[in-house]
């Protein structure tokens, strides 16, 4: 459905922000997974997450596609992809519980747009589970952060220059009062957020999807950048 989705919005670039497995994977998830990538001819970025750490996961021990950027380290990393103008930071879990993943991060170096990718927790700054602070967001010198971890709808807000915000699960959507800022798309929640602030004088759309599919497959996030 992902997959789907992504290729009928004509996106340019796909980011799962981790724990897309909620535990061991089973090969017949892992296939599926694999399928619905590989029939995507755009870049797809993960960061692995609490329940799927690198170690733990599937990430080091199968096969993926050539289009597939699995991150490895703790600390972030980046990809740049000219065509799109922009660049993908992000960071994986080693194990359950991760440090602060932003600590000391600042994006810069060049004009691309900046993109973080990352499975943590903005809601407590003690948390195991990589915590996030709004100073770290403010300062980090990204454009847009795509955050995994937390399931509670909350729109995407800005820090600074960086637009962010986290993965709402569709259950948590039950009587809450941003309920009609989302757009449902087949069963899964979608944030749409225009962002025309930049240094170019270009528009970006980022879209968040939230899709149930695979063992709980609901941090993914799906940008399109003009």
């Not at 590989?38 to 750490?53: E, K, T």
């Not at 080091?60 to 596609?65: L, V």
């Not at 967001?137 to 454009?143: A, D, K, N, Q, T």
């Not at 309920?179 to 979608?190: G, I, P």
């Amino acid at each position: 459905a992902v997959a789907d989705l992504a290729i009928r919005e004509q996106c340019d670039l796909v980011l799962l922000s981790g724990d897309l497995f909620d535990g061991p994977a089973s090969a017949q998830s892992v296939e599926a997974l694999r399928r619905a990538l590989q029939s995507l001819s755009v870049p797809v970025f993960i960061s692995p997450g609490n329940h799927d750490f690198l170690t733990h996961g599937p990430w080091q021990t199968e096969a993926w596609p050539e289009n597939v950027y699995i991150f490895t380290s703790e600390t972030p990393q980046s990809v740049a992809l000219p065509a799109l103008n922009c660049r993908v930071w992000g960071a994986a879990f080693r194990a359950g519980e991760a440090k602060s993943l932003l600590q000391d991060f600042r994006a810069e170096g060049d004009p691309l747009w900046h993109i973080g990718l990352l499975h943590g927790d903005p809601t407590q700054a003690t948390s195991p589970y990589c915590p996030i602070t709004t100073q770290q967001v403010r300062e980090s010198g990204l454009h847009y952060l795509a955050l995994g971890h937390i399931h509670k709808p909350q729109l995407p807000r800005k820090l600074g220059r960086t637009w962010y915000g986290v993965t709402p699960e569709e259950r948590a959507l039950g009587g809450s009062n941003a309920v009609d800022s989302f757009r449902l798309v087949n069963n899964a929640v979608a944030v749409v957020t225009k962002v025309t602030e930049d240094p170019v004088n270009t528009k970006t759309t980022v879209s968040e999807i939230v899709l149930p599919s695979f063992e709980r497959m609901y941090e993914t996030y799906v940008i399109k950048a003009y």
